[in-house]
């Protein structure tokens, strides 16, 4: 089982630091290569570069949560997030389609995607 996860190409868990400035402040974001290219990804479906999907990211989470605790484990979940939702066919895996257009929707427990 874990042969599919040991063979991974070791560039793509290479740790990369991007100096980045959100709102006027500089500042650091490290995360694996694969995250990196999963970010890159979600932002070419909304016709944005990387940095502009941060910044989106970081401002819709002060508007959401008034505060971030650690914004590099924020950022892995939502690649996951996304990589998890295209695996169960909640968002189309077309990366031609924007996802600007998903919204979350909440039922009771239940959680729906349009």
């Known amino acids: ?3 599919i996860f040991v063979k991974a190409d070791p560039g793509l868990y290479e740790s990369k630091a991007r100096s980045i400035r ?13 995250f990196w290219q999963t970010l890159d990804e979600v932002a ?3 016709s944005m570069n990387t940095i502009q999907l941060i910044t989106k990211l970081y401002d819709e ?3 959401y949560r008034g505060q971030i605790d650690n914004f590099s484990s924020f950022l ?9 939702l295209m695996a169960d066919g909640t968002i189309s895996s077309d990366k ?3 996802l600007a257009a998903v919204r979350e929707l909440h039922t009771g427990a239940q959680r729906f995607f349009i």
């Open 44 to 46: 070419a479906r909304d």
């Open 76 to 84: 892995r979940v939502c690649c996951l997030r996304y990589t998890s």
């Open 1 to 3: 089982m874990c042969e």
């Open 96 to 98: 031609r389609l924007p």
């Open 22 to 34: 959100l709102h006027g402040v500089v500042t650091s974001i490290r995360l694996e290569k694969l």
């Open 61 to 63: 989470l002060i508007s």
